[in-house]
């Protein structure tokens, strides 16, 4: 009996022996310091338009600070919630994150319901805050904003104008600007920049209001700044304001993460995106779009954008696009 119980044991032992090799490559894996393999950038918005610029800017210094590849993974469509809500819903492990401007999580909350709220992020770093610019089609009928409120009150035809979606940010500033203008006009909402930069290219719309990176990379002329003062780059084009139209806005994004990110990843990350954001190859990147980066940890970044939801909800119901 002996014997027997003493060949169990060794049986045991040389079972536990032969099983380490495929137990500790596990234990090591769960205590690795993140990341350990590369992390997936989730785009709200097609390629080739703000977002995705900005992201593919920011790209190579994030991937450098993180020292893991950062893939960028476009998921455009219904002014970029269905890219945002694709981010809510992931395992919060950090290799999904996003890089989401203010639309989908100041502007669309108030006109559609979705399945998410600010609630379901954990707010980043805010990367970028770009004033947005008027851009006119190449051969629209007017060449400033007093030709095309003078256009639009005319009405020998249609101002026809895009926007990256119904509500987005930039839908709301030209509809805001052509109301105090007292001037109609025709909407036409598109799934992101690009695809209305081309319909601009092509005359299918005068006009729309976007970051300077896509005037920057289409041609296309610029009428106005909606900024509270002249960009540098463009020192010839007038504020909104100077126009006679006292609106200001930008277009800013930043990382986001699914709610329930850990401390220590959620800093780990933070850390990463100050270095990429402060860093001379993002810098330079933006300064080709007439980009503006801009670094912010994640508390400052969720109570800029929780104000921003708040304004946007009495500017939407002022419009009669609010749906509460």
Same mark, same amino acid.
């Given at each position: 009996m002996f014997d027997a119980a003493r060949a169990r044991t060794r049986r045991w032992c040389a079972g536990f022996l032969a099983a380490l090799p495929l137990v500790l490559p596990g234990l090591a894996f769960g205590q690795d310091s993140f990341p350990s393999r590369p992390v997936q950038l989730i785009v709200p918005y097609p390629p080739g338009g703000n977002t995705d610029l900005m992201a593919r800017a920011l790209q190579p210094a994030l991937s450098r600070a993180l020292g893991q590849s950062v893939v960028i993974v476009n998921r455009g469509g219904a002014s970029g919630t269905i890219g945002d809500a694709e981010i809510a819903r992931a395992r919060p492990d950090g290799y999904t994150i996003g890089l989401s401007p203010n639309t989908p999580l100041t502007a669309q909350t108030h006109l559609v319901p979705l399945s998410y709220s600010l609630d379901s992020f954990r707010?980043?770093?805010l990367v970028y805050d770009n004033p947005q610019v008027l851009v006119l089609a190449k051969d629209a009928p007017f060449r400033d904003i007093a030709g095309m409120v003078a256009y639009g009150r005319g009405r020998q035809e249609a101002l026809v104008y895009g926007s990256p979606g119904q509500g987005s940010t930039q839908h709301i500033l030209i509809a805001r600007l052509l109301k105090a203008a007292g001037v109609e006009g025709l909407h036409v909402p598109f799934t992101g920049a690009a695809p209305m930069a081309q319909a601009a290219l092509g005359k299918q719309i005068m006009g729309f209001v976007e +970051?300077?990176?896509?005037? /920057?990379?289409?041609?296309?002329?610029?009428?106005?700044?909606f900024g509270a003062q002249r960009l540098t780059a463009l020192p010839d084009v007038p504020t909104v304001t100077e126009a006679g139209y006292p609106i200001v806005?930008? +277009?800013?994004?930043?990382? /986001?993460?699914?709610?329930?990110?850990?401390?220590?990843?959620?800093?780990?990350i933070q850390k990463a995106c100050r270095e990429a954001v402060e860093s001379e190859s993002f810098g330079t990147a933006a300064g080709r779009l007439n980009a503006v980066p801009s670094y912010a940890a994640g508390a400052e970044f969720r109570a800029r954008f929780a104000a921003e939801s708040d304004s946007n909800r009495q500017v939407l119901r002022d419009l009669g696009m609010a749906r509460e």
């Amino acid at each position: 009996m002996f014997d027997a119980a003493r060949a169990r044991t060794r049986r045991w032992c040389a079972g536990f022996l032969a099983a380490l090799p495929l137990v500790l490559p596990g234990l090591a894996f769960g205590q690795d310091s993140f990341p350990s393999r590369p992390v997936q950038l989730i785009v709200p918005y097609p390629p080739g338009g703000n977002t995705d610029l900005m992201a593919r800017a920011l790209q190579p210094a994030l991937s450098r600070a993180l020292g893991q590849s950062v893939v960028i993974v476009n998921r455009g469509g219904a002014s970029g919630t269905i890219g945002d809500a694709e981010i809510a819903r992931a395992r919060p492990d950090g290799y999904t994150i996003g890089l989401s401007p203010n639309t989908p999580l100041t502007a669309q909350t108030h006109l559609v319901p979705l399945s998410y709220s600010l609630d379901s992020f954990r707010f980043l770093c805010l990367v970028y805050d770009n004033p947005q610019v008027l851009v006119l089609a190449k051969d629209a009928p007017f060449r400033d904003i007093a030709g095309m409120v003078a256009y639009g009150r005319g009405r020998q035809e249609a101002l026809v104008y895009g926007s990256p979606g119904q509500g987005s940010t930039q839908h709301i500033l030209i509809a805001r600007l052509l109301k105090a203008a007292g001037v109609e006009g025709l909407h036409v909402p598109f799934t992101g920049a690009a695809p209305m930069a081309q319909a601009a290219l092509g005359k299918q719309i005068m006009g729309f209001v976007e +970051s300077p990176s896509i005037p /920057v990379s289409t041609g296309l002329p610029v009428a106005g700044v909606f900024g509270a003062q002249r960009l540098t780059a463009l020192p010839d084009v007038p504020t909104v304001t100077e126009a006679g139209y006292p609106i200001v806005g930008s +277009s800013a994004g930043g990382l /986001v993460a699914p709610a329930g990110l850990p401390d220590s990843i959620a800093e780990a990350i933070q850390k990463a995106c100050r270095e990429a954001v402060e860093s001379e190859s993002f810098g330079t990147a933006a300064g080709r779009l007439n980009a503006v980066p801009s670094y912010a940890a994640g508390a400052e970044f969720r109570a800029r954008f929780a104000a921003e939801s708040d304004s946007n909800r009495q500017v939407l119901r002022d419009l009669g696009m609010a749906r509460e």
